[in-house]
């Protein structure tokens, strides 16, 4: 009887860039979002449930922004 041997592929693992999305905007994540604005990730998905930012529905669990989305709703709320 023969035995398989599989050889895994072990290479680092590479960082991640941001993929480029029609409008000209890449997709964030709350934990980016909050390193762009200087606020903490609990705000930011406080500013989420209560309208102030907009937040893209990818799946059931899985939500991204667009950060030109992101500047623009800061800045309205800025100008109230």
Known sequence: MRTHQRQLKTEPKTE????????GGSLLTATEVADRTGES?????????TG????????????RF?????EA??????VK
């Open 16 to 23: 991640r860039k941001a993929s480029p999305r029609p409008g």
């Open 66 to 70: 667009r950060w030109s989305e992101v």
């Open 41 to 49: 990730e609990p705000t930011i998905w406080y500013l989420v449930r």
């Open 52 to 63: 102030v930012l907009p937040v893209l529905h990818l799946g059931h669990r899985l939500k």
């Open 73 to 78: 709703a800061l800045a309205k709320r800025l």
